[in-house]
């Protein structure tokens, strides 16, 4: 019954040749996700789901430490209410799904399946806020949003419904607000570079590019492997432009009443297709140790029934100490696969340390341990298990120095336009010096299809002159193509 | 700045006089959850939506141990892959929520918001299960679902948009599949009884209340305080009804192809609404301890600053010890209110254990200690805090205990049908011999508005007439009115 189907079920595309059927087979292949029947919608497989609630656990310590709780909201919202901020609904508009029946009935006010919550989650604020009791109010929603994608779908990148987390906070005042949106934005920084070894750049949205119906949006960005620029997470500074309309309002101590100070930010399940881009290889996904289901793989070899009962238990033996240590260790007993098979298997699956146990280990008291990232074989003797911790987090830590050393490789700085021009078709991040004028930011997007990804923070530089009109710069932003 | 609310905000409706009313008060006050916007949907507030990823951890914790893993499915189901399965789909089409457009763009085959997912995993799965190794298929799904509902909403009882987890299992053979149905059932049991020390009755549907689509449908049922049964949970099992017509089928070892076997299986937030109504009172909502967000509230008392220093210092260092041992401890430093209203407000939030620490106690090294579930009040010494945990698991137990007295006394036993049309209108679980006849059942509904709730698995009597029709009896089933 043995079958080598390492051909057949392994990745055919190279990553750096044909990047996009590459990225695409990985996400089949290692089988994290698959096509929905309706176009544009995805389905999640154990394997991809599990990276995500490992994301969800960290987000969630990380929020709560924030005093944020979780909450639920409908994903219907009448369409009067979704209008009611005028450029926010204009900005989502073509991209709604609309609910016209229930069963046989016509619905009067027509249902849109919500594109993001802000509309819904400030009714409820305005009924749960009087006074500065009340306050600050900081809520996060794991939930989907959707919105109607008329380009191809790409498996968490390009999807008609996906999986996020939407927080809302609500102020007393503009400054405890501005600081929610920074400190959000630095759980996402450091969630990303932590969990998912992915560096980013973080900075300010410009104008053009900001949430609609936001004073202003923060953003973290990371170049990926074939150039292009994607967005990781926003924190979106919205003053009173939704606390007006909703009236989400207050009364202060002196009992006189304000409107309040909102935030809202969130991420979604496009930080694993940047992990699966950023870390993959031509044999398929490369998982940090730290979000894979599965840490360590334990393949034992054997010829006879004597060599597998003592290398099946020692493979136990091996497992209980590792999960004594919180590791999460997998032994593959399949009999129905070659080894070939197997090794491909876990490999195109990403896992981070394959061990191999066979009779020859057993006489030398050691395992064999190949490193998924670097391909790097070494025998561990059986006393030394006890440093298998230290090898998965120097793993973790070698996965984001080698992701740093490739993006900034990917980045340069440039101030010539004609340059620029040509450098932007090989793909990367241009630190390039421009006006603040909107109309250079349009012309730029016209003329090479870049748009301006991220304002870093603290990039203030006065002896530049704008790439595109020459007038006066102050501020050096990331230019890119975009996902 | 000192206001005393506890008028204002407490709950003003009796339990035993107007049961729905103090329901609908208790669920709002104490913050669970509040009527969104659309009819019929609701949204879940911290204090609700905690009690809730209480239950999602316990069930994923024995989900897991069961070999059962999560995945995501989007909520759009076009119309023809729901109208696959005739039966279910007639079952549901009068709920369901269509998606006609996109946008301004008219989508050509409607698009249904999920009533339940079979339709859409089973394609995904016919997809994924080619052979004997990919089997068993044991996939969950933490979702909404979306029916829509004409009478008054209820909330966590009766909404268009509830959440819930289905789980969707595929098996070999039949035998594997109902033994998964009942493993099922038995987590839902315990997980309810030991969590929510709510007790139900555990059995089958008869085959006018099963699933649309299933062979058999096993429930758990409890019996709520004003009388009414409610459905706690289900696990269908549904033979081949759904894998012969979404082709789910597998290559056996001698490589002959076969239909697969299926279960499917769900509870929801209503398991929440049990709570509240089997275990408040007329101060509002009482919390089994196991899924209390706040499981101890430490109210420090003074009336000076050197007081307060001292005191607040003494309840840091008990929360301390107590955050120690695993037990979710609040301070309730809040200054803007009285005692009075602190102490109305936690009894109302269901808070189970309350602490008083005031100079009196400090003096005599002790500590009031305030049960929720019975009101009984105590000093424990200082040196005595060890016990806590011990005694959070005595209130469980009892909550548990005493809630089984309750539900006992509201069943009974009975075989003469003119009795039950007197005694159904004062509710409660109904014990009563029945000939296994549609027609019975469907009278007795007509004439009594009681269903059959579920028929307790070894509940085969033949020694009694159908309480209807007084021919031969074989079976006990329990009859109620529902939810």
């Given amino acids: 019954m043995r079958k080598d189907m390492s051909k057949e079920v ?17 996400v089949l292949k290692a089988k994290l996700a698959d096509y929905a029947p309706v176009k544009g919608l995805m389905v999640l497989r154990p394997e991809g789901y599990s990276i995500w609630e490992s994301l969800k656990a960290t987000f969630d310590k990380k929020f709560a430490n924030a005093g944020i709780r979780n909450g639920f909201l409908p994903v219907l919202i009448p369409e009067s209410l979704l209008g009611k901020e005028k450029k926010h609904f204009e900005g989502f508009n073509p991209e709604v799904f609309w609910v016209t029946h229930s069963g046989t009935n016509k619905i009067g006010d027509r249902l849109a399946l919500r594109p993001t919550s802000e509309t819904l989650a400030y009714t409820m604020y305005s009924k749960w806020i009087q006074s500065w009791r009340d306050l600050p109010l900081k809520i996060n929603f794991w939930n989907t949003a959707l919105r109607a994608e008329i380009k191809a779908t790409k498996p968490f990148l390009r999807t008609s419904e996906f999986l996020w987390q939407e927080g809302h906070t609500v102020h007393a005042t503009s400054n405890e607000a501005q600081d929610e949106v920074l400190k959000i934005l630095e759980i996402y920084k450091n969630t990303v570079e932590e969990e998912l070894a992915i560096p980013v750049n973080i900075g300010r949205k410009s104008e053009k590019e900001k949430f609609v119906g936001a004073i202003y949006t923060d953003t973290i960005e990371s170049v990926m492997p074939d150039g292009k620029a994607l967005q990781m997470g926003t924190s979106h500074f919205l003053g009173q432009n939704f606390s007006k309309p909703f009236e989400v309002k207050f009364a202060d101590k002196d009992n006189v009443e304000h409107y309040t100070w909102q ?10 297709g940047a992990m699966i881009m950023v870390h993959g290889d031509d044999q398929g996904l490369v998982l940090p140790p730290k979000v894979a289901p599965i840490q360590i793989v ?10 597998k009962k003592e290398i099946i238990s020692k493979s136990e033996e091996i497992k209980h100490i590792l999960e004594q240590k919180d590791i999460r260790v997998h032994i593959d007993v399949r009999e129905e696969f070659s080894m070939g098979y197997k090794f491909n298997d876990w490999e195109m699956k990403g896992v981070p340390i394959r061990m191999e146990l066979g009779p020859r280990d057993m006489k030398n008291n050691s395992i064999m341990l190949a490193k998924r990232y670097n391909a790097e074989k070494s025998n561990l003797n059986f006393e030394e298990i006890d440093i298998i911790p230290a090898i998965l987090n120097d793993i973790q830590k070698m996965m984001l120095e080698n992701a740093k050393t490739r993006a900034d490789s990917m980045s340069r700085h440039i101030s010539d336009y004609e340059e620029f021009k040509k450098e932007i078709e090989n793909g990367g991040f241009f630190f390039a010096p421009w006006c603040e004028s909107m109309d250079c930011e349009e012309n730029i997007k016209k003329e090479t299809g870049a748009d301006i990804r991220v304002i870093p923070f603290n990039s203030e530089d006065e002896s530049k002159k704008c790439m595109y009109c020459q007038k006066q710069s102050k501020i050096i932003p990331i230019f890119a193509r975009g996902y």
């Avoid at 334990?298 to 060599?307: G, L, M, R």
């Fill in 10 to 26: 392994g990745i055919t595309a190279l990553k750096d040749k044909d990047f996009s059927e590459w990225y695409t087979q990985v």
């Fill in 263 to 272: 935030t809202s930010w969130g991420v979604s399940w496009r930080l694993i």
């Fill in 298 to 307: 334990i393949v034992p070899i054997y010829k006879n029934d004597t060599e």
